[in-house]
């Protein structure tokens, strides 16, 4: 079984930063993609940001100059490092884990609860 548990979240004035932390633990074998993803009121979920196990990062315009992704192998660990928040960024931020649980399998997307940041003065 596979866990991917986000954690981090909270009340932040604009303009102000934020660490997310995202763990995946259990049967892994090997994880391939990480990412954040965010769905606010009434909207779609949307990308936020990925990393590959390679290092190699991908961010959602909105984000971007902004929001930094960054990953510990070791430690099957994703950060996303938020800063210069706005209200608009304003979300329950959820961790995707791509991720083969053994050598046999196939990967597959795995998600966390999510996590709520709210930016408001």
């Known amino acids: 079984q596979v866990h991917v548990v986000e954690s981090g979240g909270g009340l932040v004035q604009p303009g102000g930063s934020l660490r997310l932390s995202c763990v995946a633990s259990?049967?892994?074998?090997?994880?391939?993609?990480m990412g954040w993803y965010r769905q606010a009121p009434g909207k779609e979920r949307e990308l936020v940001a990925t990393i590959t196990s390679a290092g190699s990062t991908a961010y959602a315009d909105s984000v971007k100059g902004r929001f930094t992704i960054s990953r510990d192998n070791a430690k099957n660990t994703v950060y996303l490092q938020m800063n210069s928040l706005k209200p608009e960024d304003t979300a329950v931020y959820y961790c995707?884990?791509?991720?083969?649980?053994?050598?046999?399998?196939?990967?597959?997307?795995?998600w966390g609860q999510g996590t709520q940041v709210t930016v408001s003065s």
């Open positions: 995707n884990a791509r991720i083969a649980p053994t050598w046999r399998e196939k990967f597959d997307d795995y």
């Open positions: 259990g049967r892994i074998f090997s994880i391939n993609v």
